[in-house]
């Protein structure tokens, strides 16, 4: 059963590969025949129910009892009781076969381990039978009976409820499995289907991992919104910039020009705001902040490429936040002269001892870290609003300075732009960085309480406070200080002058007009001090605290966005050789190697103490990130995905679009150099992930987007009317399972990729009861196996009554729209004298069946014959050479008999559930038998068309006009990389006293279609009578499968025909004698002509139907195509496939 624990030597692959392990049954643990259903329903006594129902009174709780099963308490709703004695009279049992010998336990046995929303109690080894592998529950026999009621009745069938649709049983409850449709829907004799997760649920092995350590933290530290997203912003939105530069950007812009940047800045945080809250509310956010947002939304390629520059840009910026510490420090020892060496080493030590401090503290963990930062922001604060204060206290002695209070003269002096040496976008620059940190709450999002609550409401309002603080300053900075001051209380005017003034300073009695000389610049005011915010506060000191809060925060913020952003994309594996920093400690699973990789950066950097380089890339990092998850909504969006349903409303995708727009342009208006190398970075990341192909599945609206686009093509594609330009040949390719015949698939493959359409066919015959179930698990793992092959082509499988039937089936209904097969391909059947002749009847049916329907037929021979299915670990021995992976596609075969080339399967119901399915096995070579020669040459033969081909010949039998399908498929061959070096033979049928005239005409109709050639034969003696002993060979052949009507009586030889209609008829022998005899003259000439060729495509012969029988077309074919190198036999639907109209 699907439940049985996966053996040790199989369980690494459990989780990806779940339905693709064909198990020996000797592995097998000891659980339910296939005759037994996971659950029995048989009746209860009433004495039974009643005893139920007093263990149920017997709770302390009739409200929501609590029943203790293995350390674990589930909670049982009110309405679980019910255990009334008419009830109990009809209530059902339900047993759990974990031990057959079992199934009589008592009921009093043991108590349900598992409930379902109260009325449904579940056993949980059958709440987590289904799991596919993600989970592995050992069979408790304790527990094998249970009581299963839903409304007050006995049904297994549940009531809607959240544990369903939990991942993981990690962080927010216990995951329930529910009863699968098979368990609800099938007979009780039949065993249940593994239905397995649905559309992506399961869990890649990383996610199990870290749901596992989730599982099992006890007193882990969460966060709500204010602790952990709006203060963390706030901190890093108000950074040094608010106290040392905002001052001297109001001097350069003017307030209206500031306000205007600060309104710009906030006009971006806010739009990429409203995105981020809407990813983060449209389902459960794990850790990882804007990697996992992106990656979630548009995939790893873009997730993991912005997530290792987001980490790597938050390491660097806690270097550049301490060295901004560090200089401040230095500068406060310069003015006392206590310099340990010179400014610059300096800044090294200090900055060195100040990152180990804030290490220190971030390994503590983050209670520690959030204690800190709550103190920080209070000091943040205090110094802000010890500058608003000082602001309303005008000092004489601070007029000098160029501080004069509140003035409208002042006010309206700095209204307009006074630029020196900047520009708007400059200065815009120099603000911006000011304005990122807005993701500081959601880096942390796997240490939030409810990630969907506290991202959106703590980044909006953070976003708005720190906004209106940032214009509250702007606009007060420019109304109460002056652009130049001297500093000197000396340039005072006296007030007869004071009626000529024209600046603000000279009427308030200072004469400040030596600033404008070059020659003697002033060191005060807006334009020239950076500190003037420490002279207009009430207390100095208070300001300088603020500007070593505002640098700790920032800095302590990024060390521990870092290691969390990183931790979350080495769990996902993206960049396997990093998976070492995915191990985390303590129960917060704390990245304690990531710290010590993002110190290890921020020390680099703080000792190079040269950061003015590696400042704008860093926000333009930021910037990179901020435009992807405005991108990522829009992308959503236009998607139109049935799973974007975010919970937060306040997002438009246009609006998100403009967003990623202005941070692209921002980017480059920061600096463009900067902004080419962060997108070059970005495309080289994206397009190494893309090219890694990464095993996730986190159903990212890309491929949302791709379904949306390739459905709306293709209806699109099915209002435009073919034409003969634009034909392609669509392949519906019998090959059985996909790698039963490999050397079908990789010719068809190569004339149809990245051209036509390709669908391997497989029809399912000689099953009783045929397993819808496990023909849907083939399809999924058959499709992923033509994908690892890198095959590009659809698997489809039907279950039939015989083979024509399901060719039948497939004709007429594979594929969608215009993407249909217009072509079938099949290999020939050479055991056809072997076995039973109605399989020839129907092999040469399937041929009429394809032209009935106004298909082409293809048929590939080869001597040595095709299908491999019957050699063991053929699939290792094949493409041993292609695998990159350690991961082998094993064949393992449980049936020695051969089936022929021409069947698409004849397995029995048994076989076809392991025949030829590729289990996957890790460092486990399968078994392998010695090779006789026969299967060595069959192997060889089976390869032939996956390598280069040498110079040589595709050789090219046009004999009869089909509409050009004999021609197109060789010149797409050739056009194909491993066919380039073949020349393209041109063979065709003509009189013998007009070679020439022939040859002309062929030359000419090839130019016309503009496909190249290297030689036209005429064959001028086609119709020569073919050698005596040919013929004889060929009457020897048929000799068995003729009728013989004229040596028996008329009605003997009718029930005869009925009975066996394959026979040939005499009279139909000698109708086609000539044709017969073309048949074997044809095969002269190809030994004669085509002996060497690499591959020979040549007119398939057409039989009337009703005419000519099964065995003498078959002749034809088998004498036609005998002791010849591999011959594609091919006749189009005589609907012309090329033109040489423009």
């Known amino acids: 059963m699907s439940s049985s624990p996966t053996p040790p030597a199989l369980e690494g692959n459990a989780a990806s590969e779940s339905d693709g392990l064909a198990v020996d049954a000797g592995l097998k643990p000891a659980g339910p025949t296939p005759s037994q259903s996971r659950f029995q329903v048989d009746l209860v006594t009433e004495a039974a129910g009643a005893a139920a129902a007093a263990a149920h009174d017997k709770s302390p709780n009739s409200d929501a009892s609590t029943i203790p099963t293995n350390d674990k308490a589930t909670p049982v709703a009110d309405g679980a009781d019910g255990a009334g004695g008419d ?88 995951k329930l499995i529910r009863p699968t449709l098979s368990e609800l829907h099938d007979e009780l004799d039949k065993e249940p289907f593994d239905d397995g997760f649905a559309n992506g649920e399961e869990l890649s092995p990383a996610e199990e991992a870290a749901a596992k350590e989730a599982a099992e933290s006890k007193g882990v530290v969460k966060f709500g919104w204010i602790k952990g997203v ?59 902040g804007a990697y996992y947002l992106i990656s979630r939304s548009l995939g790893p390629e873009f997730g993991g490429s912005i997530g290792l520059i987001f980490a790597f840009a938050n390491a660097v910026a806690v270097a550049m936040y301490v060295v901004g510490f560090a200089e401040t420090v230095v500068e406060l020892l310069a003015g006392v002269d206590a310099l340990m060496t010179d400014q610059l080493n300096d800044i090294r030590i200090i900055g060195t001892i100040t990152v180990i401090l804030l290490l220190g503290i971030s390994v503590a963990g983050m209670e520690w870290e959030a204690k800190a930062q709550i103190f920080l922001l209070f000091v943040l604060i205090t110094a802000i609003i010890n500058y608003f204060i000082g602001s309303f206290i005008t000092v004489k002695s601070k007029e000098s300075y160029g501080f004069f209070g509140y003035d409208s003269a002042i006010m309206m002096e700095n209204m307009g732009p006074d630029f020196r040496g900047e520009t708007f976008f400059s200065v815009f620059s120099i603000f911006f960085p000011a304005a990122t940190g807005i993701l500081a709450g959601a880096n942390i999002s796997g240490d939030l309480a409810d990630p969907q609550l506290a991202i959106p409401k703590g980044t ?44 603000a300073a000279c009427k308030m009695g200072y004469d400040f007009s030596s600033c404008k000389d070059p020659k003697t610049p002033c060191q005060y005011g807006l334009q020239n001090d950076f500190q003037v915010m420490s002279i207009v506060s009430g207390f100095g000191p208070i300001i300088t605290a603020g500007i070593f809060s505002a640098t700790l925060s920032s800095a302590l913020a990024s060390l521990v966005s870092a290691p969390k952003v990183f931790q979350a994309l080495c769990k996902d594996n993206i960049y396997p050789g990093l998976s070492m920093f995915a191990k985390g400690y303590g129960k917060n699973n704390e990245p304690l190697r ?108 890309t491929q949302a987007l791709t379904y949306h686009q390739a459905l709306t093509h293709t209806l699109h594609l099915s209002g435009v009317e073919d034409h003969i330009k634009n034909f392609r040949p669509q392949c519906l390719v019998m090959t059985g399972y996909p790698n039963s015949r490999p050397a079908l698939l990789n010719l068809v493959h190569s004339f149809t990729k990245n051209v036509g359409l390709m669908i391997c066919g497989h029809v399912r015959t000689g099953s009783r009861r045929p397993n819808f179930k496990e023909l849907a698990a083939d399809h999924s793992r058959f499709q992923r196996w033509l994908l690892r092959n890198e095959t590009k082509a659809f698997y489809t499988p039907v279950f039939a009554d015989d083979l024509r039937q399901g060719t039948q089936y497939l004709l007429q209904a594979a594929g969608l729209g215009r993407l249909r097969p217009n072509t079938l391909v099949f290999g020939y059947k050479n055991d056809w004298r072997d076995g039973d002749m109605m399989n020839v009847e129907t092999y040469i049916n399937m041929i009429h069946d394809a032209f009935d329907f106004q298909y082409g037929a293809v048929i590939l021979r080869l001597k040595e014959g095709l299908d491999v299915s019957h050699i063991q670990g053929q699939d290792e021995l094949l493409s041993s050479q292609e695998k990159t992976s350690a991961v082998k596609d094993v064949v393992v075969s449980i049936d020695m008999s051969k089936d022929s080339d021409g069947d698409s399967s004849k397995l029995s119901s048994k076989a076809t559930s392991l025949q030829n399915s590729p ?147 005499d009279n139909e022998l000698e109708l086609y004698r000539a044709k017969t005899n073309r048949q074997v003259r044809l095969n002269e000439l190809l030994k004669e002509h085509s002996s060497t060729a690499n591959l020979i495509v040549m007119s398939m012969p057409l039989a009337r139907k009703g005419t000519v029988s099964s065995a003498l077309y078959m002749g034809w074919l088998e004498v036609l195509s005998q002791d010849l190198p591999p011959i594609l036999l091919v006749r189009g639907n005589h609907q012309s496939v090329l033109t040489f109209y423009s």
């Not at 056993?123 to 529950?137: K, M």
């Open 919 to 1065: 289990a996957v096995q890790k460092d486990k070579k399968s078994p392998s038998m010695p090779l006789n020669v026969s299967d060595q040459r069959l192997l060889e033969a089976s390869q032939q068309f996956q390598k280069k081909q040498g110079k040589g010949t595709v050789d090219v039998w046009w004999l009869f006009d089909d509409g050009g399908l004999t021609l197109l498929i060789p010149y797409l061959l050739i056009n194909k990389k491993r066919w380039k070096d073949c020349k393209i033979r041109v063979f065709i049928g003509g009189k013998i006293n007009r070679i020439d005239h022939d040859r002309r005409v062929m030359a000419t109709l090839l130019s016309k279609f503009r496909i190249d050639f290297s030689d036209i034969t005429v064959l001028g003696d086609i119709n020569t009578k073919p050698k005596k002993e040919s013929i004889t060979a060929f009457e020897d052949m048929i000799e068995p499968y003729r009728l013989k009507e004229d040596d028996m009586e008329q009605e003997a030889a009718e029930r005869l025909k009925n009975s066996e209609p394959w026979r040939i008829t």
């Open 230 to 288: 709006l203060v963390r912003c706030m901190l890093n939105i108000w950074g040094v910039m608010l106290f040392i530069r905002m001052s001297w950007i109001v001097g350069q812009s003017g307030i209206v020009l500031s306000c205007l940047i600060v309104l710009m800045a906030t006009v971006v945080t806010t739009i990429t705001g409203l995105s981020t809250s809407a990813i983060a509310t449209n389902g459960f956010v794990r850790g990882g």
């Open 460 to 503: 909006l309002l953070a976003i708005l406070v720190t906004g209106i603080v940032y214009l509250g300053v702007a606009i007060s900075t420019g109304a109460c200080i002056v652009r130049d001051a001297t500093g000197s209380l000396n340039d005072t005017v006296s007030s007869m002058f004071m009626a000529n003034c024209t600046d």
């Open 594 to 701: 990531g710290y010590i990789l993002t110190f290890c950066i921020a020390l680099a950097f703080i000792l190079i103490a040269e950061l003015n380089i590696i400042a704008p890339i860093i926000s333009n990092f930021f910037l990179a990130s901020y435009a992807l998850i405005n991108f990522s909504v829009f992308h959503a969006s236009l998607a139109n995905s049935p799973g974007w349903r975010p919970s937060f409303k306040y997002y438009n995708m246009w609006v998100s679009l403009a967003g990623a727009i202005l941070c692209c342009g921002v980017m480059f208006v920061i600096n463009w150099m900067a902004a080419l190398l962060t997108n070059t970075i970005v495309m080289g990341l994206y397009i190494y992930v893309s090219y890694k192909k990464p095993d996730v599945n986190w159903g990212s609206s």
């Open 87 to 174: 009830e109990g009279k009809s209530r059902f049992r339900v047993v759990n076969f974990a031990d057959p010998s079992e199934a009589g336990s008592p009921l009093d046995a043991g108590p349900a381990e598992g409930l379902q929303n109260g009325d449904t109690v579940m056993s949980e080894t059958s709440l987590h039978s289904s799991t596919g592998g993600q989970h592995h529950y050992h069979y408790d026999t304790h527990t094998n009976t249970y009581y299963l009621r839903t409304f007050g009745h006995n049904t297994i069938d549940a009531v809607p409820n959240i544990d369903f649709y939990r991942q993981t049983a990690a962080p927010l409850g216990e």
